[in-house]
Nanobody, 123 residues
């Protein structure tokens, strides 16, 4: 599976962005998908995950209520709608594909990673 993330950019605090991640291959619907982010000098952290069918979602406490993850298996795509952005949301955002919903918060449990897309939030 090859993943391509896009949609990053610069936005003012309080603004919104929608990240997209498209996947190659015909098995996209069999993967748990996750979004992670990494700010300069910090470790990569979990942001959100979605189960294979999209029926289950999970969020980091820091983004709950502001971010929404969704997927369209017919388009081999997963999305992250980010609202009410804060300066602390600034990071490189990565999408990832894995096999285990119970480990959806754990980055090392993901098998495939996109290249990342940069989100900058100005105060």
């Amino acid at each position: 599976v090859q993943l391509q993330a896009s949609g990053g950019g610069m936005v003012q605090a309080g603004g919104s962005l929608r990240l997209s991640c498209t996947a190659s291959g015909r098995t996209f619907g069999s993967y748990v998908m996750g979004w992670f982010r990494q700010a300069p000098g910090q470790e990569r952290e979990f942001v959100s995950g979605i189960s294979e069918s999209g029926s289950n979602t999970i969020y980091a406490e820091s983004v709950k209520g502001r971010f929404t993850i969704s997927r369209d298996n017919a388009k081999n795509a997963v999305y992250l709608e980010m609202n009410s952005l804060k300066p602390e949301d600034a990071a490189v955002y990565y999408c990832a594909a894995g096999q285990y919903w119970r480990y959806s918060r754990v980055s090392r449990k993901y098998d495939y990673w996109g290249q990342g897309t940069l989100v900058t939030v100005s105060s």
